[in-house]
Every structure is written in structure tokens, then in C-alpha cells.
């Protein structure tokens, strides 16, 4: 199975900082990896897919990149709406498998 | 709009059974890929199984095999997970999701997940 470690896995900011949570796999997985993000008591939200494509409707201060093993999700400038916790996603094989998870908090 | 609905869930005693349900409208079911995503309390996203468009092909993560079961019924456009020996580490809010179904450079990619419903919680406790 890929493993998928995130870092770090909680992270306290002030609203406007420029926040980057960074994903690595275990193995090469090209560019097959999504983001999601997840408020408490709601189902996880796609955000970015093939590791660097917005998803419809996400703000564009968010972006992705990487490929192969390491990967980033950086939100330019944290909005009060961004404070949740966000997991990567590899789905270049099966089992498909996710990061730990980062929880991003209000400083 | 797409919506998935899940149902089924409840506590169980560990051995037990359980068949969730999960009720999609608002796009062609039978056109998609199908996940169960599940989450522990307070944990993290684990993906438990997945259903090709026919049903023909259906991939599981290694905890559950043996035990789950996936299935569809694209008449009634729905998805089922028969849960079977349930163990307490089974304990989880169930997600139903699509997996987004793409094509890139003329292959079709599948493997994340964009739309999720609300998920239904399972326990498994005497």
C-alpha cells in the first residue's frame, strides 16, 4: 500500500498568512492526488485534483503542486473560512489511501 | 444537483451485520465509479471500497475483505456496503462519494472523489 504522510499535522496562523501543508507518498504516484478539506460534522470537500487542478468553485488562493512524491497545497493569504483540516489523496493505486490529515487553527 | 444520501447505519453488537444504503440523484449513477469512505470518531479518512459502473469490478481495502460487501442497483440508483462480522474497529461515520470519472489524454482516470454525502454512522458495541 502508499503511504501518505502529511506535515505538519496541526498548524496554528493568523488570518492573511500564507500557509503551505506538504504531502508525501511512500512511492511514485505521478500527479494522481487530490485535496480535500473538512470542517467538524461535515463531509470532506474536494479542492484540488491531479495534484495541481482547482476544482469548480474553489478561490483561487488556493493552489497545489508537485508530483511524484512530494506534493504542497498553499493558501496564499488564510481566510477565516479556511480553518479546518485538510487530508491528501493518492489514487494512482489501490488501496486508494489518505494523509493523516492537517488541522489548521486560528491564531 | 448531485446528492447522496446514506442510510443504515445504527449500533451493532461486534459479529454482527449491517447494510447501509446510499441514495444518489442529480447525475447519471450509472455512469460513475462508486466509493464507501469511512471515518473513525476524531480520526482520520480511510477508503474502504469501491464499484465499477456495471458493478463488474469492485476493489477493497484489505481490513474489510472477506467481510463487506459493495453492490449497486442503477435502476434505482442506488449503492449498498453489506457489512458482515463487525468488529469494533469497524466504528465510523460511513461516506458515500462519487469518484470523479475524467478523461486525460484519452484515459479514463478514477480515484477521487467529488461529491460526498452526509454520511451515517456505525457502532460496534455490546
Known amino acids: 500500500d502508499i503511504q501518505m504522510t502529511q506535515s505538519p499535522s496541526n498548524l496554528s496562523a493568523f488570518v492573511g498568512d500564507r500557509v503551505t501543508i506538504t504531502c508525501r507518498a511512500s512511492?511514485?504516484?505521478?500527479?494522481?492526488l487530490a485535496w480535500y478539506q473538512q470542517k467538524p460534522g461535515k463531509a470532506p470537500k474536494l479542492l484540488i485534483y491531479?495534484?495541481?487542478s482547482l476544482e469548480s468553485g474553489v478561490p483561487s488562493r488556493l493552489s497545489g503542486s508537485g508530483s511524484g512524491t512530494e506534493f504542497t497545497l498553499t493558501i496564499s493569504s488564510l481566510q477565516p473560512d479556511d480553518f479546518a483540516t485538510y487530508y491528501c489523496?493518492?489514487?494512482?493505486?489501490?488501496?486508494?489511501?489518505f494523509g493523516q490529515g492537517t488541522k489548521v487553527e486560528i491564531k | 444537483e448531485v446528492q447522496l444520501v446514506e442510510s443504515g447505519g445504527g449500533l451493532v453488537q461486534p459479529g454482527g451485520s449491517l447494510r447501509l444504503s446510499c441514495a444518489a440523484s442529480g447525475f447519471i449513477f450509472s455512469s460513475y465509479w462508486m466509493s464507501w469512505v469511512r471515518q473513525a470518531p476524531g480520526k482520520g479518512l480511510e477508503w474502504v471500497a469501491n464499484i465499477k459502473q456495471d458493478g463488474s469490478e469492485k476493489y477493497y481495502v484489505d481490513s474489510v475483505k472477506g467481510r463487506f460487501t459493495i453492490s449497486r442497483d442503477n435502476a434505482k440508483n442506488s449503492l449498498y456496503l453489506q457489512m458482515n462480522s463487525l468488529r469494533a474497529e469497524d466504528t465510523a461515520v460511513y461516506y458515500c462519494?462519487?469518484?470523479?470519472?475524467?478523461?486525460?489524454?484519452?484515459?479514463?482516470?478514477?480515484?477521487?472523489?467529488?461529491?460526498w454525502g452526509q454520511g451515517t454512522l456505525v457502532t460496534v458495541s455490546s
Open positions: 462519494a462519487r469518484e470523479s470519472t475524467v478523461a486525460f489524454g484519452g484515459v479514463i482516470v478514477i480515484g477521487y472523489f467529488d461529491y
Open positions: 512511492q511514485s504516484i505521478s500527479s494522481w
Open positions: 489523496q493518492q489514487y494512482n493505486s489501490y488501496p486508494w489511501t
Open positions: 491531479k495534484a495541481s
